[in-house]
């Protein structure tokens, strides 16, 4: 029998690896982790009064739960509460960080779950940065595999990744963070996985943020639960009778080793320059190199080679509002040559209805080709005047062999925080998550963060 893993025991082969580990590394591993706490902060604070986030945020304020976890720019409030709220609102833009192998977007859930737990509990920076790598590792390892493993195998059917294992993350954040013994790890694991879903159909509504508060939310519950008492099913990780068994019902899939402590998936952390779904960055990024020699020429045709993964998740051909456009492939191109940033200030209704971008949208062509990198793009546009321009993308920018640098995420930090938080809170608060492993980085954070 083909089994995803074997039961985890989830603190103490990281403890035992990182005092394997020389300093070089464990400041290597610090420094991935303070870089995934900036994105996720500045991603959720932009995004604190987006459509997606309200009605989340309005109906837990309206559960008046006792707690010492906050609500981005709100109320304290229970864990799983806060965790809710702040996943959704880290995950509203499409702007978070991106597992490249296919498990999803794992700072939003885990780190919705390792900041509410422990400002809840007065816990330690560092167990709190030992708490997210666990749950980023084994969301990454259950979920990756790259295009034949376990996460783009279950986009192909119609499954979110985030949402599937998003759960088990945050499970094993909060696992780590209650101290739970092995016994308890295992049912919380089990309570994760029969609650696990979330639908590919829903991408371009408020549905998909969602799904990454609700893993923190129910991955929180899950170790709560299982500290309480509550047995699960232990089993349900495997390809047979467990959850792939459900999913991927043929079994095609190439399920990958739970190789924890040999094999570092935060290694590969991928950031977004763009903010809309990753399938459409590599395509976009040629359409920015472009721009300026577009400029407003006529465009009659653009041809763009993708990968077939960006047909299941950024396939929308007519997207009508703002967040259809960030899963619309065309769109974003289009956003591209004609000079937009393809930031978050740029999906708004006013760019909806843009007659000459409206136009661009309508002239584009997807080819999908299969075993092209998914981290590639070749784009050939013609024009009304006989030329024909063309650009490729090898290695899309923010992927883990062509990273963003400290200033590419301090830029799109201050643009998204700015506008929020204003300039002097803005750079207070990215240097609180840049050095978040320091004592009191959680109280100087949170205290950026409560409303005056």
Same mark, same amino acid.
């Given at each position: ?5 074997k039961p985890?025991? /989830?603190s ?16 290597? +591993?610090?420094m ?18 987006? /459509?997606?986030?309200?009605? &989340?945020?309005?109906m ?6 006792a ?12 864990p799983?509460?806060?965790a +809710?709220?702040?996943? #959704? ?7 978070d960080d ?11 859930p885990?780190w919705?779950?390792a900041?509410?737990?422990?400002e809840h ?12 790598i666990?749950?980023y590792?084994?969301m ?16 192909r059917?119609?499954w ?8 088990a993350? /945050?499970?094993a ?7 739970l ?13 029969? #609650? ?6 829903s991408f371009g509504?408020?549905?998909? %943020?969602?799904?990454a ?11 709560q ?19 792939l068994?459900?999913f ?7 399920? %990958? ?9 935060? *290694?590969?952390?991928g950031?977004?320059?763009? /903010?809309?779904?990753?399938a459409?960055?590599?395509? #976009?990024?040629?359409a ?8 407003r020429?006529?465009? &009659? ?6 990968? %077939? ?9 007519n997207?009508?509002t %703002?967040?259809?456009?960030?899963f619309s ?5 289009? *956003?591209?040559l ?18 000459a971008?409206?136009k &661009? ?16 793009a070749?784009?050939? &546009? ?8 063309q650009?490729? #993308? ?10 963003l640098?400290?200033?590419d995420?301090r830029?799109?930090?201050?643009g ?12 207070e608060?990215?240097?609180?998550a ?8 959680l109280?100087q954070?949170?205290? +950026?963060?409560?409303?005056?």
């Amino acid at each position: 029998m083909l089994t995803l893993h074997k039961p985890i025991v /989830a603190s103490s082969w990281l403890v035992l690896y990182l005092e394997r580990s020389s300093a070089k590394f464990r400041r290597q +591993l610090s420094m991935l982790l303070r870089r995934a706490l900036v994105d996720f902060l500045g991603v959720a604070i932009g995004a604190s009064g987006d /459509a997606p986030v309200r009605p &989340v945020r309005s109906m837990a304020q309206s559960w008046n739960a006792a707690g010492n976890a906050r609500i981005f720019l709100g109320r304290q409030t229970a864990p799983a509460v806060a965790a +809710l709220v702040n996943g #959704t609102m880290a995950h509203a833009m499409d702007y978070d960080d991106t597992h490249p192998m296919g498990a999803g977007h794992p700072s939003a859930p885990c780190w919705s779950t390792a900041l509410a737990l422990g400002e809840h509990h007065g816990l330690d920076e560092k167990d709190m940065l030992a708490a997210f790598i666990t749950g980023y590792e084994v969301m990454a390892k259950l979920g990756g595999g790259g295009v034949p493993g376990v996460g783009r195998s279950l986009q192909r059917r119609g499954w979110h990744p985030t949402s599937v294992f998003g759960r088990a993350g /945050a499970s094993a954040v909060a696992s780590v963070l209650l101290r739970l013994n092995d016994t308890q790890i295992r049912y919380a694991l089990g309570i994760a996985a029969t #609650t696990a879903g979330g639908l590919v159909g829903s991408f371009g509504t408020h549905g998909k %943020p969602f799904h990454a508060g609700k893993a923190a939310m129910d991955g929180i519950m899950a170790a709560q639960l299982a500290a309480a008492g509550f047995v699960s099913a232990t089993h349900l990780y495997e390809l047979e009778k467990g959850l792939l068994d459900v999913f991927i019902q043929d079994h095609d899939v190439d399920v %990958p080793p739970l190789d924890l402590g040999e094999r570092w998936e935060i *290694l590969t952390n991928g950031f977004k320059l763009f /903010a809309s779904c990753r399938a459409t960055h590599a395509s #976009t990024q040629a359409a920015r190199s472009l721009a300026s020699q577009v400029g407003r020429r006529e465009i &009659v045709r653009v041809h763009a080679r993708v990968h %077939p993964n960006a047909l299941v998740t950024a396939g929308k051909l007519n997207p009508r509002t %703002p967040l259809e456009g960030k899963f619309s492939e065309p769109f974003c191109i289009a *956003l591209a040559l004609r000079g937009y940033r393809v930031v978050a200030s740029d999906f708004v209704d006013a760019t909806m209805s843009d007659t000459a971008l409206k136009k &661009v949208v309508s002239l584009v062509q997807l080819e999908a080709v299969t075993g092209q990198a998914p981290h590639s793009a070749y784009l050939v &546009v013609y024009l009304a005047d006989g030329e024909q321009l063309q650009a490729d #993308t090898d290695i899309v920018r923010g992927h883990p062999d062509n990273p963003l640098s400290w200033e590419d995420l301090r830029e799109k930090f201050e643009g998204l925080v700015d506008p929020v938080l204003g300039g002097k809170k803005t750079a207070e608060l990215f240097d609180s998550a840049r050095t978040f492993a320091s004592a009191g980085s959680l109280k100087q954070l949170v205290g +950026l963060l409560t409303p005056q």
